[in-house]
């Protein structure tokens, strides 16, 4: 190849494994160190960079296991850039698009739906991939009582027809008539009686309480029944507040967000149920590696519990949350594991963000058990003394390890939105970007990009592949096809009344 | 417990402390400042108040008519000690409502003035409350305040008899930089930090250390409300400081144990840096003159000789008697104040003669009444004489 070309693909591949990277971290919020329109700004030109120069790379990369935030905005960009997709890629992006939307949380979907019409985005296949959408919807019903105004704004935007009373439920609302489906019918008497609201879903249910005036103890003890999972786990603080107690089945929360709930808790509450929640996580872990798995060997993390840990106000403690529900994952698949962290706490459990960041000294410690891998979990900044886990990652890859028994690799679940990607330590050390440590069997296998060695014909490779598998997995046009994930968001009646 | 007492020049070691790397915002750089030793028998605690004026009273009783400090106040710090070496707890809000001390004036709805006794009040056996900052700040306004003493004919009615009264100087609140407030949301405390070190695009700005971890902890962001010299502001313009990463040589390193070994020589250089940026202030000589004297720790003020070439800074200290710094607080003068004290300085030495002062400045008295209106301090001299002056030295 001459050196143009070389250099053309270099470019290329370095270019990609950044944009990959930052949509594995970034989510346009504030970190700790960086603001959140600084984020914003950044992101949103490694997106339109990406788009214009390397299209059809920019669509597989939905495949790529990344984030939802970046997953909604390659849908949306896409989309409002139709035109411009070769004709021979019109097909495949159509599918990624479509399966990609319907993999997507429901909240998170219909947003997508909604910023369609904010933008003004309404060429035919935007209205195709949106019938397509709600075509694949378990039960209209319940979205259209639940997401009622994004769903509304979607259908009046692609001027659909939806089947039964479902347009003038969402047009003319529940003071116009008397509706034959159940769920829609309890929406209308919820508003004029307060008894028949605990059978709609809690965040239509709140706002109907606070007109009726119910006393919010009350009210959640009531609705209790109809809370998912995730709204369980957010209310723990709250209910306890209101002198209740909501059950939640700590083992069928997600990794992170459960290791964020355990450090969002007090010391003292941490110390007393250490073995319950100790268990949870630890089922927690398995329960995510039966989703992707990679049987590793004897693995060292070493994790950042620095003061930076503790985020920012719109992600508070997640980088420590990430570090923590690491230590559990690496600790279910690994055949040997030890965790070094910076500031050894009493138990994983117990750790705080707090303190200065030493991070070459748990990096030398994990060296010494000379272990095959050492996964780093750290924001990358490092100041004490700076440079110093650069200084050793070179030495160590140049002087002391040169034929690589040892691997090392940095997961950085912050953005660093100056850089455009996640801050790195050191140039001998791949630097991977995750939001939940569960991507990091995604981002284990992903890591040998970042560390510049392979062809980009190989990053093509892997980026087709996940897409074969991701279309595989969920066949277009097929109803009720949801991944598990966004089923669970939905109750179990409503998936029986569509049934009936 | 003593009051006052003669100055003396001394030299301000860190004994006991230790610096650690730096962590860098934009052109600040803050060095962390630990301490391994902590007995805990001297405890800071801060007490806000949130008057926009207070006024200190430095003679006399409350109320009374005297010499009076004013100044925005916004906190400050409660000192208590035992002098048995014993733990102390530190002053708890329970103890004392902070409302009731000195007196709190309110005019109509937005202003209010808060009247405090004294920079240094002693409020119980092994308590006492001082003003930071403001305690060295007072100080040198009061430094060379009385005016000439023997009544040369150039000096004004006024200089003569109202001496340098009154006297004001302008500094920056650490709220004029943005750069700083981040710098102090993002910085990393260490578990056994006491202070901090402040540079300003690689310029000692400001030393403040505590005697207890816990005291720094609860006081760093207090950091924010107290006032700094006037380089926060102006080289705030100026572009990001570099990390000043330091790096390992190859050659050195050929095991697992030469590479920890040359990660502490890292550590290490580094507080040796430190310690030679900050040399302006920590091991210089300085002028001290103690203010109180309690159990085994000496309060004092102290500055530094006041050449105008080099960096001058002045501020407050708390020794324990075998010369640890307890606490510690430096405002960096800028390069106008330490011009004007120079020349006060100066003038004294000169018995307020001008011809005498200039011939030891070796320079001419209409040159020296100049320097003396470009200082500001124009209104000390008869308006006939400055004029006369300033044209002789125009047509020169």
Same mark, same amino acid.
């Given at each position: 190849? @001459?050196?143009?070309?070389?250099?053309?693909?270099?470019?290329?591949?370095?270019?990609?494994?950044?944009?990959?990277?930052?949509?594995?971290?970034?989510?346009?919020?504030?970190?700790?160190?960086?603001?959140?329109?600084?984020?914003?700004?950044?992101?949103?030109?490694?997106?339109?960079?990406?788009?214009?120069?390397?299209?059809?790379?920019?669509?597989?990369?939905?495949?790529?296991?990344?984030?939802?935030?970046?997953?909604?905005?390659?849908?949306?960009?896409?989309?409002?850039?139709?035109?411009?997709?070769?004709?021979?890629?019109?097909?495949?992006?159509?599918?990624?698009?479509?399966?990609?939307?319907?993999?997507?949380?429901?909240?998170?979907?219909?947003?997508?739906?909604?910023?369609?019409?904010?933008?003004?985005?309404?060429?035919?296949?935007?209205?195709?991939?949106?019938?397509?959408?709600?075509?694949?919807?378990?039960?209209?019903?319940?979205?259209?009582?639940?997401?009622? +105004?994004?769903?509304?704004?979607?259908?009046?935007? #692609?001027?659909?027809?939806?089947?039964?009373?479902?347009?003038?439920?969402?047009?003319?609302?529940?003071?116009?008539?008397?509706?034959?489906?159940?769920?829609?019918?309890?929406?209308?008497?919820?508003?004029? @009686?307060?008894?028949?609201?605990?059978?709609?879903?809690?965040?239509?249910?709140?706002?109907?309480?606070?007109?009726?005036?119910?006393?919010?103890?009350?009210?959640?003890?009531?609705?209790? =029944?109809?809370?998912?999972?995730?709204?369980?786990?957010?209310?723990?603080?709250?209910? #306890?507040?209101?002198?209740?107690?909501?059950?939640?089945?700590?083992?069928?929360?997600?990794?992170?967000?459960?290791?964020?709930?355990?450090? +969002?808790?007090?010391?003292?509450?941490?110390?007393?149920?250490?073995?319950?929640?100790?268990?949870?996580?630890?089922?927690?872990?398995?329960? +995510?590696?039966?989703?992707?798995?990679?049987?590793?060997?004897?693995?060292?993390?070493?994790?950042?519990? +620095?003061?930076?840990?503790?985020?920012?106000?719109?992600?508070?403690?997640?980088?420590?949350?990430?570090?923590?529900?690491?230590?559990?994952?690496?600790?279910?698949?690994?055949?040997?594991?030890?965790?070094?962290?910076?500031?050894?706490?009493?138990?994983?459990?117990?750790?705080?963000?707090?303190?200065?960041?030493?991070?070459?000294?748990?990096?030398?410690?994990?060296?010494?058990?000379?272990?095959?891998?050492?996964?780093?979990?750290?924001?990358?900044?490092?100041?004490?003394?700076?440079?110093?886990?650069?200084?050793?990652?070179?030495?160590?890859?140049?002087?002391?390890?040169?034929?690589?028994?040892?691997?090392?690799?940095?997961?950085?679940?912050?953005?660093?939105?100056?850089?455009?990607?996640?801050?790195?330590?050191?140039?001998?050390?791949? #630097?991977?970007?995750?939001?939940?440590?569960?991507?990091? =069997? #995604?981002?284990?296998?992903?890591?040998?990009?970042?560390?510049?060695?392979?062809?980009?014909?190989?990053?093509?490779?892997?980026?087709?592949?996940?897409?074969?598998?991701?279309?595989?997995?969920?066949?277009?046009?097929?109803?009720?096809?949801?991944?598990?994930?966004?089923?669970?968001?939905?109750?179990?009646?409503?998936? @029986?009344?569509?049934?009936? | 417990?003593?009051?006052? !007492?003669?100055?003396?020049?001394?030299?301000?070691?860190?004994? /006991?402390?230790?610096?650690? *790397?730096?962590?860098?915002?934009?052109?600040?750089?803050?060095?962390?400042?630990?301490?391994?030793?902590?007995?805990?028998?001297?405890?800071?605690?801060?007490?806000? &108040?949130?008057?926009?004026?207070?006024?200190?009273?430095?003679?006399?009783?409350?109320?009374?008519?005297?010499?009076?400090?004013?100044?925005?106040?916004?906190? /400050?710090?409660?000192?208590?000690?035992?002098?048995? !070496?014993?733990?102390?707890?530190?002053?708890?809000?329970?103890?004392?409502?902070?409302?009731?001390?000195?007196?709190?004036?309110?005019? !109509? *709805?937005?202003?209010?003035?808060?009247?405090?006794?004294?920079?240094?009040?002693?409020?119980?056996?092994?308590?006492?409350?001082?003003?930071?900052?403001?305690?060295?700040?007072?100080?040198?306004?009061?430094? &060379?305040?009385?005016?000439?003493?023997?009544?040369?004919?150039?000096?004004?009615?006024?200089?003569?008899?109202?001496?340098?009264?009154?006297?004001?100087?302008?500094?920056?609140?650490?709220?004029?930089?943005?750069?700083?407030?981040?710098?102090?949301?993002?910085?990393?405390?260490?578990?056994?930090?006491?202070?901090?070190?402040?540079?300003?695009?690689?310029?000692?700005?400001?030393?403040?250390?505590?005697?207890?971890?816990?005291?720094?902890?609860?006081?760093?962001?207090?950091?924010?409300?107290?006032? &700094?010299?006037?380089?926060?502001?102006?080289?705030?313009?100026?572009?990001?400081?570099?990390?000043?990463?330091?790096?390992?040589?190859?050659?050195?390193?050929?095991?697992?144990?030469?590479?920890?070994?040359?990660?502490?020589?890292?550590?290490?250089?580094?507080?040796?840096?430190?310690?030679?940026?900050?040399?302006?202030?920590?091991?210089?000589?300085?002028?001290?003159? *103690?203010?109180?004297?309690?159990?085994?720790?000496?309060?004092?003020?102290?500055?530094?000789?006041?050449?105008?070439?080099?960096?001058?800074?002045?501020?407050?200290?708390?020794?324990?008697?075998?010369?640890?710094?307890?606490?510690?607080?430096?405002?960096?003068?800028?390069?106008?104040?330490?011009?004007?004290?120079?020349?006060?300085?100066?003038?004294?030495?000169?018995?307020?003669?001008?011809?005498?002062?200039?011939?030891?400045?070796?320079?001419?008295?209409?040159?020296?009444?100049?320097?003396?209106?470009?200082?500001?301090?124009? &209104?000390?001299?008869?308006?006939?004489?400055?004029?006369?002056?300033?044209?002789?030295?125009?047509?020169?």
């Amino acid at each position: 190849m @001459d050196i143009v070309g070389a250099r053309a693909e270099q470019v290329a591949r370095e270019d990609l494994v950044m944009f990959v990277n930052a949509c594995f971290s970034c989510t346009g919020q504030r970190e700790f160190y960086n603001d959140g329109r600084g984020q914003a700004v950044s992101i949103e030109f490694l997106h339109a960079y990406i788009l214009g120069n390397y299209r059809r790379l920019y669509t597989r990369t939905l495949a790529a296991g990344i984030n939802h935030f970046n997953q909604a905005q390659i849908i949306l960009n896409l989309l409002a850039s139709g035109k411009q997709t070769p004709s021979a890629d019109r097909h495949e992006e159509g599918a990624l698009i479509a399966a990609a939307l319907r993999a997507l949380p429901p909240q998170r979907a219909y947003r997508v739906l909604d910023v369609l019409r904010e933008r003004r985005i309404n060429n035919r296949r935007s209205r195709a991939i949106v019938r397509e959408f709600l075509k694949g919807r378990a039960d209209l019903h319940f979205d259209a009582v639940k997401y009622r +105004s994004k769903l509304r704004a979607a259908v009046a935007h #692609t001027h659909l027809k939806l089947p039964g009373e479902l347009n003038p439920f969402l047009f003319h609302g529940w003071r116009k008539r008397v509706f034959q489906a159940p769920l829609l019918e309890t929406f209308r008497k919820a508003h004029y @009686d307060a008894s028949a609201l605990f059978e709609l879903p809690y965040t239509v249910a709140e706002g109907l309480a606070a007109k009726h005036q119910l006393p919010r103890d009350v009210f959640l003890r009531k609705i209790e =029944p109809r809370l998912t999972a995730a709204e369980r786990l957010r209310l723990q603080g709250s209910a #306890t507040r209101a002198q209740g107690a909501i059950a939640l089945d700590l083992g069928r929360t997600p990794l992170t967000r459960l290791a964020l709930y355990v450090l +969002s808790l007090p010391l003292e509450v941490r110390r007393e149920r250490l073995a319950e929640l100790h268990t949870a996580l630890e089922q927690a872990a398995v329960n +995510s590696l039966r989703r992707a798995s990679v049987p590793l060997g004897r693995v060292a993390a070493v994790l950042d519990n +620095s003061y930076s840990a503790s985020g920012s106000s719109e992600k508070r403690r997640r980088p420590l949350g990430v570090a923590l529900a690491a230590h559990y994952l690496l600790a279910a698949t690994a055949r040997e594991y030890r965790a070094f962290w910076m500031h050894p706490p009493e138990h994983p459990l117990l750790s705080r963000a707090r303190g200065q960041t030493d991070l070459a000294t748990p990096l030398l410690d994990a060296l010494d058990w000379m272990p095959e891998l050492v996964v780093v979990v750290s924001d990358g900044y490092d100041n004490d003394p700076p440079n110093a886990v650069a200084e050793v990652t070179r030495l160590f890859r140049t002087k002391l390890d040169p034929a690589r028994r040892t691997t090392i690799i940095h997961a950085n679940p912050v953005f660093a939105s100056e850089l455009y990607a996640p801050r790195g330590i050191g140039t001998h050390v791949p #630097t991977v970007g995750v939001r939940d440590a569960e991507d990091l =069997p #995604t981002v284990l296998g992903f890591a040998r990009f970042a560390e510049g060695a392979s062809p980009l014909a190989e990053l093509e490779d892997y980026l087709a592949a996940r897409v074969r598998r991701m279309l595989e997995h969920s066949p277009r046009g097929h109803a009720g096809t949801e991944p598990p994930r966004a089923r669970s968001e939905l109750p179990e009646e409503s998936l @029986d009344e569509e049934v009936a | 417990m003593k009051e006052g !007492g003669k100055s003396a020049v001394r030299r301000l070691p860190l004994t /006991g402390l230790r610096l650690a *790397p730096s962590q860098v915002w934009g052109s600040i750089r803050l060095v962390p400042v630990l301490r391994d030793d902590i007995p805990g028998d001297l405890r800071i605690t801060r007490r806000s &108040y949130d008057e926009d004026v207070s006024v200190v009273s430095l003679q006399g009783g409350l109320m009374e008519p005297g010499l009076h400090y004013v100044s925005y106040v916004p906190h /400050g710090l409660v000192v208590d000690w035992d002098d048995k !070496g014993a733990a102390v707890t530190p002053e708890t809000r329970l103890r004392k409502p902070e409302a009731k001390e000195g007196k709190s004036l309110k005019h !109509g *709805p937005f202003s209010s003035t808060r009247v405090l006794h004294r920079m240094v009040h002693r409020e119980d056996k092994n308590r006492l409350r001082l003003l930071p900052m403001h305690l060295t700040m007072e100080g040198f306004l009061a430094l &060379y305040f009385g005016g000439p003493q023997v009544a040369w004919s150039e000096y004004s009615q006024e200089a003569l008899s109202q001496g340098l009264n009154p006297r004001s100087e302008w500094t920056s609140s650490g709220w004029a930089s943005a750069a700083f407030a981040e710098a102090l949301r993002i910085f990393e405390l260490h578990e056994r930090q006491v202070g901090v070190l402040i540079f300003q695009a690689d310029a000692l700005l400001s030393c403040a250390i505590v005697s207890h971890p816990e005291d720094y902890r609860a006081l760093h962001r207090a950091l924010l409300e107290d006032f &700094y010299g006037d380089l926060l502001v102006q080289y705030g313009f100026l572009g990001d400081v570099p990390v000043l990463g330091t790096g390992v040589e190859d050659a050195s390193v050929n095991s697992m144990r030469d590479l920890r070994a040359a990660i502490e020589r890292m550590r290490a250089d580094w507080a040796d840096f430190m310690g030679f940026m900050a040399e302006g202030i920590i091991g210089a000589e300085v002028i001290t003159s *103690p203010l109180y004297e309690a159990g085994p720790f000496h309060l004092q003020r102290f500055i530094t000789g006041l050449s105008p070439s080099e960096e001058n800074h002045m501020g407050e200290a708390i020794l324990r008697g075998d010369g640890t710094v307890e606490y510690l607080k430096t405002y960096r003068l800028s390069a106008a104040q330490t011009r004007r004290a120079y020349l006060l300085k100066q003038l004294a030495q000169g018995g307020w003669s001008l011809e005498r002062t200039a011939e030891h400045l070796k320079t001419t008295r209409d040159e020296l009444i100049v320097r003396l209106r470009n200082a500001g301090f124009g &209104y000390l001299l008869k308006e006939h004489v400055l004029k006369a002056a300033e044209t002789r030295h125009a047509r020169r």
